[in-house]
């Protein structure tokens, strides 16, 4: 379920935050649909075939403290009207959030630069419930980055929203290079304590940082532009 940024709080009988590209078809019952999201399928929703809304992507990295050999693209989409048309949990009486992470093609054009390309109608809207069509929207594209992939390494993670990606902006996020390539030790009650895995989460404002952490830090910066037909 966590593959791609382990930011996908909630499994959903829709979507999942990683999955193969296998079609389900469109009679997947709930139970099979909720099957294949645990193992990491899509479950009832699809892909539009032919989607059209591109934008080209650029991660840069500046002053890095080493290589990434992991770094995992996404585009995060979610359903903007689940309560109209979403399974109704019994217990509640309510919908669940809906939501995708799409995984999100990086490629390396240089030592501290990757392209890819989002597309903002990637999803296709359906009816899965019979409660009326779920109508998809693009939310935000992220990525994560390790050293070497190893599990106990730090993972920097940054994702810019739909409005500042359309709009052109670009996101810098700031990192403490100590914690390359994984997090150190902290001590606390019970002593000294090693962090694996570590989500580190940056900051857009470096100054916020502590001096001495603030004279040795590198940043991601995450900008998209709409691509050329």
């Known amino acids: 379920m966590h593959r791609v940024l382990k930011i996908c709080l909630v499994t959903l009988l829709i979507t999942a935050c990683s999955r193969t590209e296998n079609t389900m078809s469109q009679d997947l019952s709930t139970a099979a649909a909720e099957a294949d ?5 899509r479950g009832l929703a699809k892909l539009n075939p032919q989607p059209r809304q591109a934008y080209d992507v650029v991660l840069k990295l500046h002053n890095a403290p080493g290589p990434f050999e992991r770094i995992e693209g996404v585009a995060q989409y979610d ?10 949990n019994p217990e509640t009486g309510t919908a669940g959030r809906i939501t995708s992470q799409e995984p999100l093609a990086l490629k390396r054009v240089a030592d501290d630069e990757y392209h890819g390309t989002v597309y903002l109608d990637r999803m296709l809207d359906e009816d899965y419930y019979g409660r009326g069509v779920c109508h998809w929207k693009f939310s935000g594209t992220g990525a994560l980055l390790k050293a070497t992939g190893a599990h106990e390494e730090t993972r920097f993670l940054t994702f810019i929203d739909a409005d500042r990606f359309t709009a052109g902006d670009t996101l810098t996020r700031h990192y403490p290079a100590r914690d390359y390539p994984r997090a150190s030790p902290v001590e606390g009650p019970s002593g000294i304590t090693s ?8 900051n857009e404002d470096p100054t916020v940082f502590v001096p001495e952490l603030r004279e040795a830090l590198f940043s991601i910066s995450l900008s998209a532009k709409e691509a050329k037909q």
Do not use: K, L, S
């Open 79 to 88: 359903v903007t009207n689940e309560a109209e048309c979403g399974r109704i």
């Open 195 to 202: 962090i694996e895995d570590y989500p580190a989460r940056g």
């Open 37 to 41: 999201v645990e193992n990491g399928g």
